[in-house]
């Protein structure tokens, strides 16, 4: 695989669940049978309040969650990319519960039980570094888009390479991407619900950051992957399967930890499936083992990271490298946002 594929984008946006932004997509289980969420004004894509959404949140989801939907109209870039290229229904979040844990899932295939977002009260501090470690020991380039949780790592390598949301935009056109790009959309355009965040407006900027990448030089030799952090809420039909519960001297001992709630993973390139629904398990976990399956890297330091990233499958069902390389996309909304600042 290195030589065909040796650029990764992870496009990590926020809090949705396949249900409620992938059930129009022809072959995915979802459920279209979710009402359609319409605002009393347009453009019927503000989402406020932020539906709590936090580990007891999920624990109480049978009652709490909100089983509402998102229609192509809305989300018209996301849906166009889950129609070209491949889209995995039977991808979960790593954490039953909100952003940090997951965030660290997707940069290191742990989060050392940690439990909820970082308050002034809550300073969590991963101690193992997550896989840019080895990816710098191989000689390999990586850069963290915005993200917010690389700096909760004890390791100081982690903090390393930090640029901003815009920056991939412009790196991208230029042909300039690192191996590795971690990439966060910016505040209101990262499809979180709250005041000032717009659908629409964070769907045109995930298609920019995309458009980026295939407009720029690197395009025929990238895999993109574009997920969401965590569940925010939103109701889903599919049990997530209970593989690792909180242990004795954690915040929440014996309730479910891995998996949290099913996301959709949208996977975009050349030698993505086109096309395809792909119902292989996997998780956040899964884009570490598919960056260190790509240049064979070390293993991680966290035995735990370790077994997890072994035991996954890789994403192996979402690309073909013996395939006909795949167009490039084509986005029917490209207009009305600029690149925005950071997250």
């Not at 990590?12 to 072959?27: Q, R």
């Not at 915005?146 to 909760?152: I, L, N, R, W």
């Not at 769907?203 to 895999?223: F, P, R």
């Amino acid at each position: 695989m290195p030589g065909m594929v040796d650029r990764v984008v992870i496009l990590f946006f926020e809090n949705h669940t396949l249900d409620n932004v992938a059930s129009e997509i022809k072959g995915v289980n979802g459920d279209a049978a979710l009402p359609v969420i319409k605002l009393a004004k347009p453009p019927h894509d503000y989402v406020v309040p932020d539906i709590p959404h936090n580990h007891v949140d999920w624990e109480n989801r049978a009652t709490g969650a909100k089983k509402q939907r998102f229609t192509r109209a809305q989300l018209p870039n996301l849906m166009a990319l889950m129609d070209q290229y491949c889209i995995c229904d039977n991808y979960f979040t790593d954490y039953a519960g909100n952003s940090f844990p997951n965030h660290c899932f997707a940069i290191g295939a742990d989060a050392e039980w940690a439990y909820t977002n970082p308050t002034g009260a809550y300073k969590p501090v991963i101690q193992a570094a997550g896989v840019p470690k080895q990816l710098n020991a191989a000689g390999k380039t990586w850069a963290n888009y915005g993200g917010f949780a690389f700096a909760h790592y004890a390791d100081p390598l982690m903090q390393a390479n930090a640029k901003q949301p815009a920056d991939f935009l412009t790196d991208a056109a230029k042909g300039a991407l690192p191996n590795v790009s971690w990439v966060y959309g910016p505040s209101h355009h990262d499809f979180h619900p709250g005041s000032g965040t717009s659908m629409s407006a964070s769907d045109t900027w995930m298609a920019q950051a995309v458009q980026a990448v295939a407009t720029g030089a690197q395009w025929g030799t990238c895999m993109i992957f574009i997920t969401f952090d965590d569940w925010g809420g939103w109701f889903d039909h599919v049990a997530s399967p209970d593989l690792e519960q909180f242990p004795a001297g954690t915040q929440y001992p014996g309730t479910q930890y891995r998996y949290g709630p099913r996301v959709p993973c949208i996977v975009v390139g050349p030698y993505a499936k086109p096309k395809h629904v792909s119902s292989q398990l996997g998780s956040h976990t899964s884009l570490v083992a598919f960056v260190r399956q790509l240049w064979n890297l070390a293993p991680s330091d966290n035995a735990d990271a370790r077994r997890r990233v072994a035991a996954d499958l890789a994403l192996g069902d979402t690309y073909n490298l013996a395939q006909t390389p795949n167009p490039k996309p084509v986005l029917p909304k490209l207009a009305g946002v600029g690149a925005a600042g950071s997250h």
